[in-house]
């Protein structure tokens, strides 16, 4: 047997045990639905989620602005900080952590010092 047929054969063994598992978990579950998504989530999960997008949506416009204007971008934007605390050097997350770090210095420099 040479190796092309033997990955080959290889890769038909391993479709046909995803198909398996996936008639398997097909049969085993039935399709939820929901008329109004509140009957998937309880209050505090709502609440969550709603907070969450609130410090997202601020947190872009801090950045896209370049500046912190009030009191309530100042906390949004110390929030994020705490939840970027720690990012990875040179990633996505360290830089939004870096630009935001510079603002608020700047807010706190201008405003509370």
Partial sequence: MN???SINKEAANNNTKKS???RS???KEEPISYDNIFD?????KATFLKDDSDL???IRDILAGGKISNSA???FALKRIEQLWGAKPDTELAIELNKLADLICKYEERFLS
């Fill in 56 to 58: 997202a949506i601020a």
């Fill in 3 to 5: 190796i092309k047929s």
């Fill in 73 to 75: 971008e100042h906390q």
């Fill in 25 to 27: 978990c097909a049969q």
């Fill in 40 to 44: 998937a989530i309880d209050e505090e």
């Fill in 20 to 22: 398996a598992i996936n």
